[in-house]
C-alpha cells in the first residue's frame, strides 16, 4: 500500500511593504500588547498551528535580526508583494511542498485561521495549488497557501508583466476559503488603524 507523505509546509512572513502610511516605519516590529509586537504574534501563532520553519521576506535586514529567522530580499524590484512570495519560493524550494504566506501586519489572525489553510492541503479533495483567504466583504490573497508546484507558473505570470495578487491567483484557479470574522484579516495600514489595536 502506497503511504501518502505529508506536505512539507514552512510560513514566509511579507514585511517588504514600504508602509509609507504609516510614516514608513517598520510595520512589523509594531509592538501591539506590551513587548509583544505583530511578527512576535505571528510566530506564536504559527507555532501554535504546528509550522516550525518560518522566514521572514524583507528588504532590509537590519530590523528583522531580533528574530533569529532567514530573512529574505526581493530580487524583483517595483512589483509589490509578489516579488516576495517569489523570493520566498525560490528559498526555500528544495526544503517545502507548500509555503503558507501572511503579510506582517495582522494582529488579530489566529492559530485557528491558519490552521484552516493548512489543513486544507490535507483534504482528500484537495487539487488546487493555491488556497487564500476570503471573508463575505472582501478577498484576502495575501494570507494564503501555495503549493511548490505553482511556481513556475507564478514566475510565468509575472513575466508577462503581472503584479496583482489576485490576478496571478485566479490564472491558476485558486480556490478561496471562506472565513466568518472580518476582524481576523484586519491589517495596520495607518495611525488610526494602530490606535484601533491599543483600544481593543
Known amino acids: 500500500m502506497h503511504i501518502q507523505e505529508k506536505p512539507l509546509i514552512a510560513a514566509a512572513i511579507l514585511a517588504g511593504g ?23 504574534h505571528l510566530l506564536t501563532e504559527l507555532k501554535l498551528a504546528n509550522i516550525t520553519t518560518t522566514i521572514i521576506s524583507a528588504n532590509t535586514e537590519a530590523p528583522y535580526l531580533r528574530y533569529n529567522l532567514e530573512i529574505v530580499r526581493d530580487k524583483l524590484q517595483n512589483i ?26 495582522l494582529p488579530y489572525i489566529s492559530h485557528n485561521e491558519i490552521l484552516r489553510l493548512k489543513n486544507r492541503v490535507f483534504q482528500s479533495d484537495a487539487d488546487k495549488l493555491i488556497y487564500y483567504a476570503k471573508t463575505a466583504s472582501r478577498n484576502h490573497p495575501l494570507c494564503a ?12 505570470a509575472v513575466k508577462q508583466g503581472m503584479k496583482r495578487i489576485l490576478d496571478i491567483w485566479e490564472t491558476q484557479a485558486a480556490e478561496p476559503i471562506l472565513f466568518d470574522n472580518e476582524n481576523t484579516f484586519f491589517n495596520i495600514n495607518t495611525k488610526n488603524d494602530y490606535i484601533c489595536t491599543q483600544q481593543n
Open 80 to 105: 509589490g508583494p509578489i516579488a516576495g512570495v517569489l523570493g520566498a519560493l525560490n528559498f526555500l524550494q528544495d526544503k517545502i511542498n507548500w509555503l503558507l504566506i501572511l503579510p506582517a501586519d
Open 18 to 40: 514600504k508602509a509609507s502610511r504609516l510614516g514608513g516605519i517598520i510595520k512589523g516590529n509594531i509592538e501591539i500588547r506590551p513587548k509583544v509586537t505583530l511578527i512576535e
Open 145 to 156: 497557501i501555495i503549493s511548490l508546484k505553482a511556481l513556475p507558473l507564478i514566475t510565468y
